[in-house]
Structures are given as C-alpha cells and as structure tokens.
C-alpha cells in the first residue's frame, strides 16, 4: 500500500476528546462527525483538511475514551493515515478494526514538520519525507496485526470466521 | 516461571496452561458491555458481520447511561437502537431509564461481575470491575460487535506492573487520592499497555468503593486493565449480590512484573488534578486560590453510597457557596434509593445542590451540568481533557467526594479542614 500526503502537526497525548468531542456523539454518522474532527486542538482543522492529508502526533496518540467515533471521524475527515510516537491502546486497536491506517514510528514524528509532504511504503516499512529528503522507519506491527489488515478489517475477519462473508 | 493474576485469568478463558507478554489470544468473555453511544455503532456492525443471534443473550450486557434520560432527538434515536435491539435479541440484561445506573457502578451491584471473570466493555472505564478481581477491559465498538457474534475478543497479554501501597491513610484521603496521586507520579502513558496491579496493606483495608475508583482510572494512565486480587472484602461484596461461584485466582509469588513500584501513603493528602490532564495531581494545599463555578459529585468514579455519605458529612448544615452550582449524581437507582433512605439527599437539598437520576451527563460533556465559555468545575469524576464537560476554554479539576464538597461550600478548591 502507498499513502501520500501533506502532513498535519500535532503534540503529545491527543486525546479522544480532542479528537471528537463527547457532545457530538449523539451521532453515528461519519460525515457529520468528520466536520468536528480535532475541533477542541485545531478548530479550522475539519475545515482545512484535504483528502489524502497525513496527521502526525506525538506521544500516547488517541488516548482517554474508547469512542469508535475518533477514528471514524478521522477516516471521514479524509486523512488517509496518523503517524505517531506510540498510540492508546483502545484507539490503536479501533483504527485496526475499522481499517485507519497508524504507523508508530517515533522517527517520522520527530522529523515530520508542519506542511511536509510524506509517502508511507507499506511493502518496505518505510515513511518517506519527500520535502526533506529523509526516510524513518515503521515499527513493525504483530502478525494477527498484518492478518487484520489483510482481511479489510475486524468485520471482514470475523465473517470468513463465521462463514457469513460473501 | 510463575503468573500473575491477569495472565491466570487471560490464560483460562483462552483454554492454554499459560500465556506470556505479547502473546495473542482469542480469549471467550464472560460479559460483553455496550451503551448507548458506543452499543449503536456495535450494532451496525453486528449485522454488517451477517450475524443473527448474540453469542449469549445471558452475556451481554446494554445500559442506557451516557444521554439519559435522553438530552436530544438523535440521543433518544440511539437509545431506542439499544432498546429495539435488546428486545429483538431477548437479552436478559438490558438496562434502561429508571432501572439503571451508571454502567460500572451498575454490574458490580448487580453481581454480574465475579473475580476470575474475563470483561470486555465498549467504555474505556470497563477497566473498573478488576476491583473485584476480574480481568476487564475496555475495547472499541467492533470489537463489542465481533464479541456478540463469537463471544470472543483477541488480546494481547500486557506486561503487568505492580503497584505497592503501605501505611494508613490520612483523613479525608481514599481511593481517588490514591490513584490521582500514582497517575500524577507516572502519567497519562505512564502505564500503557499495562495490567496495573494493586497491592499492599493499604489495598487489603481499602474498601470496595475506593478499590472500584482505583481501578475506573487505570485507563487514564494508559491502563489495558486495573486489577486488585479478590480477598475477603471482594468475598463479603460478591456474596451478597450473586450466587454465581467466583474463580479466585491469585499471582504466583514468582510471577514477573515489568516493575514494581512502592508507595508510602502516609504523606498523601487529598488530591486535586489540574487542567487538562488526569496527570497533573497536586497535593490540595498546594493550590492556591482556584475559584470554581461547578461542582459535581458523582460517575462511575465517585458515585457510590460510600462517596455521597463522604460528602454528605461534609455538607450536613451547611450551604453550597452563592457562586457555585453543585450537582449530586447516584450512579445507579440502588444508590439514589439508599442515599434517600440515609436523608443524605435531603442534606444535599438542605444546601441547595441539584440532586439527579444517575447518568454519565456532565462527565463527558453531555447534559445535565455542562460548562460555559471560561467556566471552572471540580468533578469526582475521571477526565479533564480539554472541552471535556463543555466550552473549549473551560476547564475541570479532578478530586475526590471529600474536597468536591468542602471546594462546593468555600466556592473555591480547599480541603474539608479549611471548612
């Protein structure tokens, strides 16, 4: 898979909340949730954002509540993948489930600035800042991981475990 | 080599002999939990599986908690989702307006949780019930969705780290106090991953209610699970609410720990965490002057009959400062009913603090006591995260029931001594 896009920068511990704030949870519509993506960190944010843009944080991405909604929004918002330090646990695993691309790689987010234009090379486990000329490794992720992805998500998954695919 | 609690429990409901850090499981859970903002999506996703039927209609478990009574159109849609889908489905264990509570504060009254059991829950708090020695976990909507159909999550087995607490604690300091605290010395990463595993003499006196608080906030220091190995106090509490024979498991003495950190809580006093991180704990005399507009006591933290009691000594005869607006919430009906009977909402009253049915509401922002532009509130609940109870600029402090009430009277943040 080859992902490419003008990076958006974002610090340490963007928390859910940041991400997509409880009162617009009374909705499980995506596109209504991508218009409040990141709105309590980058109010113009949702506004700005073009499809295929990368976001990149720092440390402990995603962290606090468990909603779902954070990645939806993200995804819907168009960003076509999050690069971070290291992500929560809970947001790690929803953006697997629903099929968000994440890249931990402490690299890329110390070298990613603002406005970069960045390609991810799946294949080659590698994050390519085009506008500065570096590369940064990904960490890699655990095979039942990769199987994940492979299947299109945990829905995919589970259905050619139950049978119940296509 | 030996294992801990958490790798007993994961390893058991895997059907293995042992399970090591980083090992991936399927493990069969034991409840799956949903709401009603997290449980619509599942649903979606349930039938996008093509599944027909809940693994278990005995196992999981739908609480209207978060928007109810409904704040709004698209809220009282979503609830009605649940609820169209609990009946659908027969679930035995769906709880709605009037019958319920507060998700977390709700099963362990319930006797739906025992020790041994392996929980998963579409709230990032479902971490609460290893309080009563369970394995629990909170994941995201599909992952509750996958588990109705298969009644089974994949896990990674977390590193645990151990968490010692010895001394006796001093007035007004309880379970909130000590978790601010360990959160404030670690941070909100500082145990990602992890099993946080509580222990030590002032663990195995801590009461059941400060066990559940301690445990409701491993999340946020990043927590996979908080967990306190059951003893007689989690005996005393599981007996009286079920008939169901717990699995009691212990960890080996030579089980490994990333770490064990220890703890002297001799010198803890009441905490406070400042904006806009759980990990910014201070002892509350080192505040200042911090005026607040809000208080509220109450969530799946510091709803409990122990923390309203807490409170209500505090307020017994006195009045809620004129700038401040204090909102009591039981976290569930059993609560609400027992604080009735106790005359401790007629104190709350008597002070003119709003008393309400349980609901999360305000604790993330939703209905029921939510901030203006540059508001302040003091909330016993979990997370002070930017625009979390309301307005981008407003903010919230964290505390315990015993500071909430004394902050509520003074209108501004102050231990009960200085009342």
């Not at chain 1, 606090?64 to 809970?90: C, D, L, N, Q, T």
């Not at chain 1, 299109?152 to 049978?163: I, Q, S």
Request: hydrophobic share 40%; net charge negative.
């Amino acid at each position: 898979m080859k992902i490419k896009g003008r990076a958006w920068k974002f610090g340490d511990n963007i928390n859910t909340d940041a991400i997509i704030p409880g009162r617009y949870l009374n909705t499980v519509d995506p596109d209504a949730l991508a218009r409040h993506c990141m709105e309590d960190v980058d109010h113009g944010f949702a506004a700005k954002v073009k499809p295929g843009d990368l976001i990149v944080g720092g440390k402990n991405f995603g962290c606090g509540s468990s909603r779902e909604h954070a990645p939806i929004a993200i995804k819907a918002a168009g960003v076509s993948a999050v690069i971070a330090v290291s992500f929560a646990r809970i947001f790690y695993r929803n953006s697997f489930n629903i099929g968000l691309p994440i890249f931990e790689s402490p690299e890329a987010s110390g070298g990613i600035a603002a406005g970069d234009e960045v390609e991810i090379d799946t294949e080659k486990g590698l994050i390519r800042n085009l506008t500065r000329r570096e590369d940064y490794h990904i960490t890699p992720i655990p095979p039942f991981m990769e199987e994940l992805v492979k299947a299109g998500g945990l829905v995919e998954y589970v259905k050619k475990k139950l049978g119940t695919a296509d | 080599m030996g294992m801990t609690i958490v790798e007993k429990i994961a390893a058991a409901h895997a059907g293995r002999e042992s399970v090591s850090p980083g090992d991936m499981i399927m493990a069969s859970v034991d409840i799956a939990l949903g709401n009603d903002i997290t449980a619509p999506i599942a649903i979606k996703e349930f039938k996008a599986i093509g599944a027909t039927n809940v693994f278990d209609r005995d196992r999981v478990v739908l609480v209207a908690d978060h928007f109810t009574p409904n704040k709004d159109i698209q809220s009282a849609e979503q609830s009605k989702v649940l609820r169209d889908f609990a009946r659908e489905q027969q679930l035995t264990h769906y709880y709605d307006v009037g019958r319920c509570g507060i998700e977390h504060a709700l099963l362990p009254e319930k006797g739906l949780v025992l020790p041994g059991d392996l929980i998963i829950g579409a709230d990032s708090h479902t971490c609460t019930y290893g309080a009563l020695g369970a394995f629990a976990t909170g994941v995201g909507s599909t992952d509750l969705a996958a588990a109705m159909a298969t009644g089974e999550v994949w896990l990674r087995i977390p590193d645990s780290i151990k968490y010692v607490y010895r001394g006796k604690l001093r007035k007004w300091v309880g379970g909130k106090d000590l978790i601010l605290y360990t959160i404030g010395k670690i941070g909100v990463d500082g145990a990602r991953y992890k099993a946080m595993e509580f222990a030590g003499e002032t663990i195995e006196r801590l009461p059941m209610a400060g066990r559940i608080t301690m445990c409701n906030m491993a999340i946020e220091a990043g927590g996979k699970c908080g967990i306190i190995s059951p003893d007689g106090i989690t005996l005393d509490y599981v007996r009286r609410r079920t008939d169901r024979q717990p699995r009691l498991y212990a960890s080996d003495g030579d089980a490994r720990y990333e770490r064990t950190i220890e703890y002297d809580v001799a010198d803890i006093e009441p905490q406070v965490a400042l904006p806009s991180l759980p990990e910014n704990a201070r002892g509350v005399s080192e505040l200042g002057e911090v005026s607040i507009d809000q208080v509220v006591i109450g969530s799946c933290t510091n709803g409990q009959i122990d923390d309203l009691r807490v409170a209500a000594d505090i307020l017994r005869g006195r009045r809620v400062h004129r700038n401040v607006r204090l909102i009591v919430i039981p976290a569930t009906q059993a609560v609400y009913a027992e604080a009735l009977r106790e005359g401790l909402l007629e104190i709350f009253i008597n002070a003119e603090g709003a008393v309400s049915t349980p609901t999360c509401g305000p604790c993330l922002g939703g209905h029921m006591g939510v901030l203006a532009a540059g508001e302040r509130a003091l909330a016993t609940t979990n997370r002070n995260f930017v625009g979390r109870m309301g307005h981008q600029t407003s903010e919230v402090y964290l505390s315990g029931p015993a500071v909430a009430a004394a902050s509520a009277v003074a209108g501004r943040i102050c231990s009960p001594e200085e009342i």
